[in-house]
């Protein structure tokens, strides 16, 4: 764990300590997700925050869609790809 701090700023900016910037691979230019939930905030990569909102949002899916094994899932991306080609 890293813990740092940093001061609001007047336009309500903060500088990310370097110790936190490495450790994340934050680059100038760099977008970051701000999560605020229970008194806290969490600032993670974006494409990691949306990959976890869309597993969440996805859970129960595949049972409802009847993939219940592998052989049924590769079954399914069969039926889509005869349907994209035209097939």
Known sequence: ???NTAKVMSKGQITLPLDIRRSMRLSAGDRVAL???NDRVVMMNPAIYAM????KEM???WEKAGIRSEE???????EVREEVEGG
């Open 52 to 55: 976890e909102t869309l597993q």
């Open 1 to 3: 764990m890293v813990f």
């Open 72 to 78: 049924d899932l590769l079954e399914l991306c069969r």
């Open 59 to 61: 859970a129960g899916e």
């Open 35 to 37: 999560i605020y939930e």
